[in-house]
């Protein structure tokens, strides 16, 4: 069941990372920010004319694998579906944010991509992008995932004093 559940998080990730990056060109003009997580993914692997392309396929497969990630976490958490796919989104976009200082510097294509850091429009636009992504890897992993519902957490052997449970290790 664990595979199951991995593969349709993965695909939930997937879908999520797609509309992200279908949308990009609207919410660039609606922050007035010209900043794509496409360009800046494609053109860290090259800079010729497949950098779209590549940009693309490397952020559906961050996707899927932070989608499959979370479809294996959400059984333990106690919110609905779509909170809980927003609240990852937004975690990782808060994580991840303050390494946009270094894009400029450590990029291959620094120089060519906005200004990130310190922008409060990309900062917002980031949120946004990240809560859109949440909010279909929510939905989707749900229903991929529904029959899987009623499928009990897997018991983490832990004790009362956080060091772990020895009678429940040894029975798995």
Known sequence: MRRRRTINGAIAGAAGAAVWAAQEHVDQQ????????VELLGKAVTRGPS??????????????????????ARPFAPVPAVGAGIAAGLTECFATWPLTRFVPTV????NDLPKLWGSRPALA???????????????????????????????????????GDLAAAIQT
């Open 30 to 37: 609606l922050f007035g920010v010209p900043y794509s997580d």
């Open 125 to 163: 636009q980031a949120i946004w992008r990240h809560a859109l992504f949440g909010a279909v890897l929510g939905l989707v992993e749900e229903r991929l995932n529904a029959d899987l519902t009623a499928e009990p957490p897997t018991v983490v052997p832990v004790a009362s004093n956080g060091h």
């Open 107 to 110: 990029h291959p294509a620094g």
């Open 51 to 72: 950098w779209p392309a590549a940009g693309v396929a490397l952020h559906v497969l961050n996707g899927a694998l932070f989608g499959a990630a979370y479809a294996n």
